[in-house]
């Protein structure tokens, strides 16, 4: 599967972006996808998890509350809502996708296989 992330741009601190993974391929409903992002000079952190064939949501504590992950198998489409966005929340956003993860893998970048190439979200003050 190909992914392709979007929807990344400028928006001050409190404001909301929405940022797409479209997927190519068959089987989406079958893939977990997840958001991961990274900050300059930081990891990559994990950010929000829909789970495939059923569609169970996991989210960062860091960003419960204030994220959104849904998705849309019929578009190939996973969404990430950004609300209430801080100047932390800055970094490179990327989507992933794999057949194979767990509930106990979910938030590992390292279950993930295949990548999306990250949509840089800026958070001004």
């Known amino acids: 599967v190909q992914l392709q992330a979007c929807g990344g741009g400028l928006v001050q601190a409190g404001g909301s972006l929405k940022l797409s993974c479209a997927a190519s391929g068959r089987a989406f409903s079958t893939y977990s996808v997840g958001w991961f992002r990274q900050a300059p000079g930081k990891g990559r952190e994990f950010v929000a998890a829909t789970k495939g064939s059923g569609g169970s949501t996991f989210y960062a504590d860091s960003t419960k509350g204030r994220f959104t992950i849904s998705r849309d198998n019929a578009r190939n489409t996973v969404y990430l809502q950004l609300s209430s966005l801080k100047v932390e929340d800055a970094a490179v956003y990327f989507c992933?996708?794999?057949?194979?993860?767990?509930?106990?893998?979910?938030?590992?970048?390292?279950?993930?296989?295949?990548w999306g190439q990250g949509t840089l979200v800026t958070v001004s003050s």
């Open positions: 992933a996708a794999s057949q194979r993860v767990i509930l106990t893998t979910i938030r590992l970048d390292t279950a993930y296989g295949y």
